[in-house]
């Protein structure tokens, strides 16, 4: 990828704000003068940034969501990765981080739930010391998005301005709204009861059965063309999205918040 991973004598970063960094970005971004505002130009891909430093450990990210487009399915991807993006040929970025940088790269990313981070919403995303990574939008649940992250060199926050998400601002501790408001409520546990039908005129059946409607979406790769019960099941028995062969990480209802595990706040600390 013309990229190198950055060994352990560059853990030391200095303690500005984060910003996005200035080249190493996908080919429809655009950032503002100040480095705070990343806005996707066209299309729906093309769209990674990377931070300007390495987080520090049980450093949060925050960001605000300036701009939703509708059209496309999916949006905002979240994460971390061990490529410095200081020695990253931004040429050579693949089109998205899941799964393309994910594969190439040592990156743990994912996307966030479909219609969770819209317009206004801001969004938290970090990794706790057992190398999970979590989101959190507004003072919502925390959400586990991935799990063994390695933290035994500097860790890259990366972003995907895909799809739905179309400009981002990261957020300085003194203008976030909600620093001090994360919340702990109890987690939401996969199972495998059927979902409830979303509250929705239009209906998509199942491209297994033909018969239920279309009622989830797969982590990561965000299809959501299946039923709860044939989504469950695929995830038990392959665990490969059918469409696409992603791996599946967890399935989530496609409207509203997320099955997959997440953890208590004492479980996370």
């Known amino acids: 990828m013309g990229a190198q991973i950055c060994s352990q004598a560059d853990a030391e970063a200095p303690r ?9 970005m996908g080919a429809q971004v655009r950032l503002d003068v100040q480095r705070r505002t990343a806005r ?9 940034v990377f931070s300007q430093r390495p987080v520090r ?3 949060r990210v925050a960001l605000r969501v300036l701009c939703h487009e509708h059209g496309w399915f999916g949006g905002l991807r979240v994460g971390f990765t061990r490529l410095d993006p200081a020695r990253l040929s931004a040429p050579s970025l693949p089109p998205f981080v899941c799964p393309d940088l994910e594969q190439q790269s040592p990156t743990w990313a994912a996307m966030l739930p479909n219609g969770c981070a819209l317009a206004g919403d801001v969004v938290h995303f970090w990794v706790n010391c057992q190398g999970r990574l979590f989101a959190q939008v507004n003072a919502g649940p925390w959400l ?3 799990k063994g992250v390695l933290m035994d060199a500097p860790l ?4 995907d301005v895909y799809g739905t998400t179309k400009a981002i601002e990261l957020l300085d501790e003194a203008m976030d709204p909600t620093a001090s408001a994360f919340s702990t409520t109890m987690p939401w546990i996969l199972s495998d009861e059927t979902l409830p039908e979303p509250k929705a005129t239009a209906r998509e059946d199942c491209a297994i059965c033909f018969h239920q409607a279309a009622n989830t979406c797969l982590v990561p790769c965000g299809h959501t063309h299946f039923c709860s019960s044939c989504a469950l099941r695929v995830f038990k028995d392959t665990a490969k999205c059918p469409l696409c062969r992603w791996e599946i990480k967890a399935v989530a209802p496609a409207w509203g918040l ?3 595990a997440l953890e208590t706040a004492s479980q996370c600390r």
Do not use: K, N, Q, S
Not at 16 to 24: C, D, G, M, N, V
């Open 16 to 24: 500005e704000a984060l910003r996005f960094h200035a080249t190493a």
């Open 144 to 146: 586990l998005l991935r």
């Open 258 to 260: 997320p099955l997959w």
């Open 40 to 48: 996707r130009r066209a299309t729906f891909h093309d769209g990674i």
């Open 57 to 59: 450990r049980g450093e």
């Open 156 to 159: 890259w926050a990366v972003m």
